[in-house]
């Protein structure tokens, strides 16, 4: 391990160690550990060749105007529903139960956190693991979604859509409300595996008013994160070293 890794390491160390409000906020680097690709790493899903490019499979006027092939996306490159939790999901979650960390603020929609043992998630872009009719709002399991052909539709012939923000869709009001709230009360805040190219939520960890801001991330996110310690590493790897 090169020496400032080391020293980073250190760094994240004494803060967590005195840390008693501290938030977690992250994307999907967190989980490419688990097996799940992101979109914007060298093997993420934007750099693989598609009909159309994934920011607009993922939109809601994709979703509205070709549902089967959305669907067909949807279920291949989407759902890792074998995917389990790595060594920083079950950090954050030890954490929480420690007393130390009051939320994890997540773009994932994989449900990987709640997984590992966290209960305090706002989870900005809705999760893959809850599915409504779009017409008679019945609930149903991912599996649902997962091993249905084509459209999954509901028993009174609605689509059963996941509960996932697509692009153009606004995000939940009282789960980014929260989200803020958690942001702003929080002594350490934790910014991992994340681009920060996606907003609103991006804009969220300007709402910190504490004292330690910590960015581990392979790699500087793309947008700049004043005063903060960045750590150059595999989340997983990172924090399973502490
Ligand atoms: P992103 O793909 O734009 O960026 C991921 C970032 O994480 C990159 O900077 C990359 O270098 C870094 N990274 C990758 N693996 C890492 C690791 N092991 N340790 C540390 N850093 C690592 O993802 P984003 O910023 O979350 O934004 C894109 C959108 O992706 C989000 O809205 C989210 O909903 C969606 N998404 C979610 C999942 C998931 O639920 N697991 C998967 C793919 C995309």
Redesign the pocket.
């Known amino acids: 391990m090169d020496e400032q890794l080391q020293e980073g390491i250190e760094a994240l160390r004494r803060a967590v160690s005195h840390m008693k409000r501290g938030v977690f906020f992250?994307?999907?680097?967190?989980?490419?550990?688990?097996g799940?690709?992101?979109?914007?790493?060298q093997d993420?899903?934007?750099r693989q060749k598609y009909k159309y490019p994934p920011e607009t499979i993922l939109s809601r006027t994709f979703f509205d105007r070709h549902t089967e092939e959305f669907f067909d996306f949807y279920r291949n490159k989407?759902l890792?529903l074998s995917?389990r939790p790595n060594a920083?999901h079950k950090k954050l979650a030890q954490w929480e139960e420690e007393g130390k960390l009051a939320a994890v603020v997540?773009?994932?929609?994989?449900g990987?956190h709640q997984r590992a043992g966290s209960r305090r998630v706002f989870e900005?872009?809705g999760s893959?693991l809850r599915n409504f009719c779009m017409a008679c709002g019945k609930s149903y399991p991912v599996s649902f979604v997962a091993e249905a052909e084509g459209i999954p539709r509901c028993s009174c012939g609605g689509i059963v859509k996941p509960d996932?923000?697509l692009y153009e869709e606004p995000l939940d009001g009282a789960t980014l409300e929260g989200a803020v709230r958690a942001i702003r009360a929080a002594d350490v805040l934790i910014v991992?595996?994340?681009?920060?190219?996606?907003y609103p939520?991006?804009g969220l960890i300007d709402y910190f008013e504490g004292d330690s801001l910590i960015v581990?991330?392979?790699?500087a996110?793309?947008r700049a994160v004043p005063g903060c310690l960045l750590i150059d590493?595999?989340?997983?790897?990172?924090f399973s070293a502490l």
Do not use: W
């Open positions: 992250g994307g999907a680097g967190v989980s490419t550990e688990s799940i690709p992101d979109f914007r790493s993420g899903l934007y989407m890792c995917a920083a997540t773009q994932n929609i994989d990987l900005l872009h893959v996932v923000v991992g595996g994340t681009s920060l190219n996606v939520a991006a581990v991330n392979r790699g996110p793309a590493g595999k989340i997983g790897e990172v």
